[in-house]
T-cell receptor
């Protein structure tokens, strides 16, 4: 069993829909990251969470430390949101040693 | 401020050869981590450097090595290349080893034939 599990693996949505991507982890963490990867490979860090909730534009990320679960929400989805979304956790004292989920491939249709 | 840069962006090598990839972190950042991304295994941690010292190493064979220079630039080397080493190699920089926020470079896509 992977230490970081994401669901769903693939997600197709219509423009304007509310989207939720889930991440569960089985290890103790010091931080959880949500990353976005577009075709071509470049990765952008969307959020870093150690507790609670963060919002940036149409994106919202939440984390429940007790349940070892995090969600990434996209409100009013747009075709430009199409990308792979990756959850990653930092364990122990090393923030550079990340354990990654397999990613969720999101496709938003106009 | 310029972002993380990686060179080269694309590389084709033959089995048995060796390769060196370079990563220049954001100015002022002293921590560099390297990751390998393959379709089968996804993203995996290779190693982390801070102030020219390797802080952590992932579960990769000794053919994978790295170093960091005094200007924080980092290189990783893969010797005796295998077909399975074909991957996107990403580096990410942070201001310090305790800093949480990571900034990723565009990656180097290595193809081994």
């Amino acid at each position: 069993k992977n230490e970081v599990e994401q669901s769903p693996q693939n997600l197709t949505a219509q423009e304007g829909e509310f989207i939720t991507i889930n991440c569960s982890y089985s290890v103790g963490i010091s931080a959880l990251h949500w990353l976005q990867q577009h075709p071509g490979g470049g990765i952008v860090s969307l959020f870093m969470l150690s507790s609670g909730k963060k919002k940036h534009g149409r994106l919202i990320a939440t984390i429940n430390i007790q349940e070892k679960h995090s969600s990434l929400h996209i409100t009013a989805s747009h075709p430009r949101d199409s990308a792979v979304y990756i959850c990653a956790v930092a364990t122990g004292g090393s923030q550079g040693n990340l354990i990654f989920g397999k990613g969720t491939k999101l496709s938003v249709k106009p | 401020k310029a972002g993380v840069t990686q060179t080269p962006r694309y590389l084709i090598k033959t089995r048995g050869q060796q390769v060196t990839l370079s990563c220049s972190p954001i100015s002022g950042h002293r921590s560099v981590s390297w990751y390998q991304q393959t379709p089968g295994q996804g993203l995996q941690f290779l190693f982390e450097y801070f102030s020219e010292t390797q802080r952590n190493k992932g579960n990769f064979p000794g053919r994978f090595s790295g170093r960091q220079f005094s200007n924080s630039r980092s290189e990783m080397n893969v010797s005796t290349l295998e077909l399975g080493d074909s991957a996107l190699y990403l580096c990410a920089s942070r201001r310090t080893s305790g800093d949480y926020e990571q900034y990723f470079g565009p990656g180097t896509r290595l193809t081994v034939t």
